[in-house]
């Protein structure tokens, strides 16, 4: 079955660090990829998403790239702020067109210090 | 404004007493879950319905019910069956033949069993 392999957290970095958070994936399919964000005490928010291998995408300084080769889907930012402080879930959709596949990874707590 | 109203946001509940968590749309969309979250493990599906007047089992639905009266409202139950139901649940939804697979999460409801 489909699966979804995130780095294990919690991660600690100082403000204006470099991020990055390890995903992979398993499918059978042919799988839209994700990234939540959850803050504390909220809901999940997407963050950003890409549908076809090579595909990168980005929002709010963060990005990924599809990567089918490798089945990955990396988290990065360049310079992290104390905002992001937040728990990041990697996730997919396989097959894309039914929303009920969606399989999500353990989440990555982030927090990032002044 | 669009979206989706959990509520109430903490509740207490004594064991042996069932406990229903209300969620509320005004996206107009078909599909709709029910999460739950622990620490340390993502998320996981309850229940989740994609018209009015049907529901499927996800992958923990024992000791859980809901209904889907109206497209707008998916109540959830939590029983006395549910052996462990300290958890935070999230409601979401989603476009039925949504391209990309999204979800829209509400803000959560935190029950904590005393």
């Known amino acids: 079955g489909d699966s979804v392999t995130q780095m294990e957290g919690p991660v600690t970095l100082s403000e204006e660090a470099f991020l990055t958070i390890n995903c992979t994936y398993t499918?059978?399919?042919?799988?839209?990829l994700f990234w939540y964000v959850q803050y504390p005490g909220e809901g999940l928010q997407l963050l950003l998403k890409?549908?076809?291998?090579?595909d990168k995408g980005s929002n709010k300084g963060f990005e990924a790239t599809y990567r089918k080769e490798t089945t990955s889907f990396h988290l990065e930012k360049g310079s992290v702020q104390v905002s992001d402080s937040a728990v990041y879930f990697c996730?997919?959709?396989?097959?894309?067109?039914?929303?009920?596949?969606?399989?999500f990874g353990s989440g990555t707590q982030l927090t990032v210090l002044p | 404004d669009g979206g989706i109203t959990q509520s109430p946001k903490y509740l207490f509940r004594k064991e042996g007493q069932n406990v229903t968590l209300s969620c509320e749309q005004n996206?107009?969309?078909?599909?709709m879950y029910w999460y739950r979250q622990d620490p340390g493990q993502g998320l996981r599906l309850i229940y989740y319905?994609?018209?009015?007047?049907?529901?499927q089992k996800g992958d923990i639905a024992e000791g859980y019910s809901v209904s889907r009266e109206k497209k707008e409202s998916f109540p959830l139950t939590v029983t006395s069956a549910q052996k462990n139901p300290t958890a935070f649940y999230l409601c979401?939804?989603?476009?039925?033949?949504?391209?990309?697979?999204?979800?829209?999460f509400g803000e959560g409801s935190r029950l904590t069993v005393l």
């Open positions: 979401a939804t989603s476009g039925l033949y949504s391209n990309t697979g999204e979800l829209f």
């Open positions: 499918a059978t399919g042919y799988p839209s």
């Open positions: 890409a549908t076809k291998a090579d």
């Open positions: 996730a997919l959709s396989d097959p894309p067109s039914l929303a009920r596949q969606l399989t």
């Open positions: 996206l107009n969309h078909d599909a």
């Open positions: 319905s994609q018209i009015v007047n049907d529901f």
